[in-house]
């Protein structure tokens, strides 16, 4: 059917139109594969405290069950990498994604313009974007669709870009012609498992995320464990250290999105600065952020557990 080739150029067009980076498209079916991974993963308990990981495990692997008449699972990916990251290098860290305004609310309103362009452009096509926010197996789904390979750290990563962007997707009732996975380029390199500071990835591409320091900065809500004192590379909230280390993200450039980029203040907050914040500073720094998941209670518990 050449509508299905067609169709899917449209979008893809529309996409990199609207600044993101790549976008691919699988067919919507379950995720067999996934299944037995995810289940393991639950049983081991490598979700910690996070429950909700628990929640809907058979809408995580079968989109259908998300929308119904699911065909399509069209893939996107958008960069966030700063051009400028903290100047203090003694100071808390902040993750890289964190920077700018809230990804979810930046991506979302993308998306709706991409599904109106869809309407607009191919018809009457029920759906239902996605950002990180619902059980949709993103890494998965962006594999699947030929954007870049799973690797040890269990990012998605491209040989052409690294792995510094967020991925989202439009769940769709028609069908697009869809493209292919692409081979995993680890190889022997074990560099991100290496580096890792709380040895959180167990194995190559398994991730205990109760021993991420992303999961503790962000996730945990009780006290921080004792048995992590000295463990977290100073890192306040979330952590890029397995990004940071692999080789393919010698390939990231700076995003373009202005919505991504930070507050003056924060890149240049000094180790004093983040040890004294108050509640108004944190209001007026991380306004729009996603930070102010942690609140500035769940901030400052955060970099008062770095302090020695």
Same mark, same amino acid.
């Given at each position: 059917m050449e509508s299905k080739h067609k169709y899917a150029q449209l979008i893809k067009d529309e996409a990199k139109r609207l600044g993101f980076m790549s976008c691919g498209i699988s067919s919507a079916g379950f995720l067999?594969?996934?299944?037995?991974?995810?289940?393991k993963w639950l049983t081991n308990n490598?979700?910690?405290k996070m429950q909700y990981m628990e929640n809907h495990?058979?809408?995580r692997l079968d989109p259908t069950k998300l929308v119904e008449d699911a065909k399509s699972v069209v893939s996107l990916l958008l960069n966030y990498y700063p051009e400028k990251t903290q100047e203090d290098k003694n100071a808390p860290k902040i993750s890289k994604?964190?920077?700018?305004?809230?990804?979810?609310?930046?991506?979302?309103?993308? %998306? !709706?313009?991409?599904?109106?362009?869809?309407?607009?452009?191919?018809?009457?096509?029920?759906?239902?974007?996605?950002?990180?926010?619902?059980?949709? %197996?993103?890494?998965a789904w962006a594999k699947k669709s030929g954007l870049g390979w799973v690797g040890?750290?269990?990012? %998605?990563? @491209?040989?052409?870009?690294?792995?510094?962007?967020?991925?989202?997707?439009?769940?769709?009732?028609?069908? %697009?012609?869809?493209?292919?996975a692409v081979t995993d380029h680890c190889g022997s390199c074990t560099a991100c498992i290496d580096a890792c500071p709380t040895q959180a990835i167990v194995e190559p591409y398994v991730v205990d995320g109760s021993k991420c320091i992303s999961y503790f900065t962000i996730e945990?809500?009780?006290?921080?464990?004792?048995?992590?004192?000295?463990?977290?590379?100073?890192w306040m909230f979330g952590c890029d250290v397995c990004q940071d280390v692999c080789p393919w993200n010698r390939f990231s450039t700076a995003h373009n999105e202005p919505l991504f980029d930070p507050n003056p203040d924060l890149l240049s907050m000094t180790k004093k600065d983040w040890e004294e914040i108050t509640q108004e500073v944190f209001s007026k720094?991380? @306004? !729009?952020?996603?930070? !102010?998941?942690?609140?500035?209670?769940g901030l400052k518990r955060n970099i008062n557990f770095l302090k020695e």
């Open positions: 067999e594969e996934e299944a037995p991974r995810l289940e490598m979700h910690g495990f058979d809408k994604y964190a920077y700018g305004q809230d990804y979810h609310h930046v991506i979302k309103s993308k %998306l !709706k313009e991409l599904h109106h362009f869809i309407l607009a452009n191919i018809g009457e096509v029920s759906g239902r974007a996605f950002v990180d926010s619902a059980p949709v %197996l993103d890494k040890k750290n269990t990012n %998605l990563i @491209q040989k052409q870009s690294g792995s510094f962007f967020f991925i989202a997707e439009l769940i769709l009732d028609i069908e %697009l012609a869809e493209d292919h945990l809500k009780d006290n921080l464990p004792n048995t992590m004192k000295g463990k977290f590379d100073h720094v991380f @306004q !729009k952020s996603a930070v !102010k998941r942690t609140k500035f209670s």
